[in-house]
Structure formats: C-alpha cells, structure tokens
C-alpha cells in the first residue's frame, strides 16, 4: 500500500463506511454523494491494488 497516495478524506469516507455499513449511510452522515463515497473507496482500493489483482 502507498501510504504517501492516501488522503485524509479518504480515510474518513472508510471509517464512515465501516461504521455506518454502507455507502448510503455513510454519504448521508459525511454530507457527500453516494458516488463519492464509491469513488474514494475505489481509489484506496486501487492504490491497494494497482494491478487489478485482489
């Protein structure tokens, strides 16, 4: 994992997500879209990953 690619905001999304349990929710408490909170744990998820594999 490149720690230096994650941002802040990233890891508040993830927390919100793992504490609400999905997106929806977690977009509701955050005040965000729900495609944001998609596309910020797509983005950590890649920078996991870089490579597609899992």
Do not use: Y
Not at 6 to 35: D, P
Request: glycine fraction near 6%.
């Amino acid at each position: 994992m490149n720690l230096e690619a994650i941002k802040l905001s990233q890891l508040r999304i993830l927390v919100a997500v793992a504490n609400c349990g999905n997106f929806s929710e977690a977009a509701l408490q955050l005040g965000i879209s729900q495609s944001a909170v998609s596309h910020a744990v797509a983005s950590l998820e890649e920078d996991q990953h870089p490579d597609g594999q899992s």
